[in-house]
């Protein structure tokens, strides 16, 4: 019966598409598409530009449009440079397992430049740049990005203008990924001036200046931008690589997914992102089913979780009995196939079970509320006479879950969730805040109190450590910077996350990533709901768009073109 409504919300929304695509087919007829131009609808405007502050899935799908990383993964999980010259590897000499004191062993790593790579105001990125970015990223004052972090270098020689030699502490299977670089010439005396993150932050260019030209090395420069409603892009005139075939790209945003929807269907926009930062799956299937030939459907496997963290500071969460009982409650086969068309596929951990690492013996959690009812007998909840759980001090097991306010799919997840929770005595209290606030003090500050439903993107090169290691929890010492949001630490995690980093063979990366996700599945950080796939709806003759790949299609966005 539970699911009753998700039936006639589905018949409503085609209804209401029919609609919109009869009064939207006639006024999109009216216009001719802009080649130079594409507008991707989008709804989460960023909470501040700097490309390596506070980073989250949102702000990787917009930077890299102006700011290229060193390196990323493509859609045939590889890995290749983007800024560099050649990627290093053991085999062509460039990475070498070497001698450190102690009788330890480390890395270094030659990273080459590609020489005519400019800044957006023509001044060359050089050395000097990789230097500066490492300088921030080890200052403990500053906290930056650590999805393949600068920091991870204990040292770093200068070669040349454009090769540095990075020292590794420690020998990891990561060693060529890298982030994006700065502008030294720009945000070095910036930097200076301002040695803590917070003054640093308030005055970098990038938040009072983002469109200076200088601090972009891209394909395109963040040209012009209002605050929640528009970001352009314009093709930069100094990028030395392939022109871009679309000369602008506007990210153009609206309040929810339903008027993401309406926008496209009226020809406002060309493409719009499919979860969580867009239209719903299931809106998208709507959509494919009247509307199969006006639109193109780019879908491909994801990496990317959604999850609810579960702040382990709460007591009534302590009990990983408790946190067993929560995921067992949640029936989530059900919800993939009705609201996603089974198009998510369920997560038994932080990896799907397309991935090659993924361990098929792990325990895993089906639907199973009258164990979700025993686990929490255990613990000693016993329903009350409302029906609610409560315990020997009296405590009731009200839990709040916060996420997203205007996100279509995750605010009818957890009124599902809701739903589910008090068929086994949990009572479960909705709240929906806006996204500055969800990703600012809810997460970074770790102010939610209960369960917290958000997504984290596993690519290739990112260690679990950024959600699962102990020294990933955003505290004020690190920068906040991190998204253990659940302050889960565990000596066995940090251990089995350590050797799984320093493997560098599939063989033993295959038996480190079992033990982590073996200690996951006993723990549960976090409740594992379901993977991402890479979704997007576009007009029909957008061609070139690599969906597939494994870190920000943006990365590779001068490929698009208008046919």
Known sequence: MKYEWFG????????????????????????????????????????????LVQVNNTKRLVINYALRPMTAFDENVQNQCILCETLPTIQNGLAKIVDLPDDKKGMTVTLALKKDLLWGDGVPVTSKDIAFTWKMARDPKIGFSNYNGWNRASALRVVDDHTVELTLPAVISSYNSWDQILPEHLEGPIYAANPTLNQYVKQSLYNTHP???????????????????????????KWTGPKPHIATIVLSYRDNSSALLQNLLA???????????????SQMLDLQAQQRDRFAYHLAYGTNLERIAVNLDNPLLQDKR??????????????????????????????????????????????????????????????ASDGICVDDKGRRLTLELVTTAGNQTRQEIAQVIQSEMLDVCVDLRN??????????DMARKRQFTGLM??????????????????????KPDNGRVGNNFSGYASPDM?????????????????????????????????????FYPRAYVSVPDLA?????????LQIWAEEWERK
Request: glycine share 8%; no cysteine; aromatic share 8%.
């Open 544 to 552: 070139h768009f690599r969906q597939g790949t494994l870190d920000p």
């Open 267 to 281: 020809g406002a926009v060309d493409a719009v992102p499919v979860s969580p930062g867009g239209i719903s799956i």
């Open 322 to 383: 408790v946190r067993q009982a929560l995921l067992y409650a949640i029936d989530r086969k059900a919800m993939s196939d009705v609201l996603f068309g089974g198009l998510q596929p369920v997560a038994h951990g932080i990896l799907s079970n397309e991935n090659a690492y993924y361990d098929k013996d792990i325990p895993t959690y089906d639907y199973n509320p009258a164990r979700a009812r025993e686990l929490l007998a255990q613990a000693g909840w016993k329903p």
């Open 431 to 440: 709240i929906f805040v806006p996204l500055q606030q969800f990703n600012g």
């Open 494 to 530: 940090d251990k089995a996350i350590g050797e799984l980093e320093r493997a560098l063979d599939p063989d033993t990366t295959k038996q480190k990533w079992a033990d982590v996700q073996r200690i996951f599945s006993d723990d549960l950080p976090m409740l594992p709901l379901y």
């Open 8 to 51: 006639i919300g589905t018949l409503l929304r085609v209804a209401l598409l029919g609609a919109m695509v009869t009064i939207s087919v006639a006024l999109a007829a009216m216009a001719q598409p802009n080649k130079d131009e594409l507008v991707v609808g989008q709804l989460q405007f960023l909470t501040n530009f700097h490309p």
């Open 453 to 474: 439903m958000s997504s984290i993107d596993f690519s290739p090169s990112v260690s679990p450590r950024i959600a699962l290691g102990s020294n990933a929890i955003p």
């Open 211 to 237: 469109t200076n030209p200088g601090l972009w090395n891209g394909a395109y420069l963040l040209s012009d931008y209002q605050i929640g409603t528009r970001i352009i892009f314009r093709a930069n005139p």
